[in-house]
């Protein structure tokens, strides 16, 4: 069973910065290179939304059109950990982040705990 670990929320400034982790384990016959990696958010009141999208070898992202130029999804394959940067953080920023694996093979898809982002003067 994979397990997601988040880390990295809180309490901002608008303007400010925030680096969220996700460290994967539990791979069982597979390798972490072989997951598909995603953060969404959920703003209170809100449906979940995809935020950043990462391809198994890191090369290829994605962006909601309301993150780009600001987020930044990266991953390190060796350490097993997925990376959200978020700069210049806007209060509609506010939200609970999820990690998201999805199996290349199986489509088998496992989430992380949620981790809180404040951005609030």
């Known amino acids: 069973q994979v397990q997601l670990v988040e880390s990295g929320g809180g309490l901002v400034q608008p303007g400010g910065t925030l680096r969220h982790s996700c460290a994967a384990s539990?791979?069982?016959?597979?390798?972490?290179?072989?997951?598909?990696m995603r953060w969404y958010r959920q703003a209170p009141g809100k449906e979940r939304e995809l935020v950043a999208v990462i391809s198994t070898t890191g090369t290829s992202t994605t962006y909601a059109g309301s993150v780009k130029g600001r987020f930044t999804i990266s991953r390190d394959n060796a350490e097993n950990t997925v990376y959200l940067q978020m700069n210049s953080l806007k209060p509609d920023d506010t939200a609970v982040y999820y990690c998201y694996a999805q199996n290349t093979y199986s489509s088998a898809v496992y989430w992380g705990q949620g981790t809180q982002v404040t951005v609030s003067s």
């Open positions: 539990g791979f069982g016959g597979f390798a972490f290179s072989d997951y598909y």
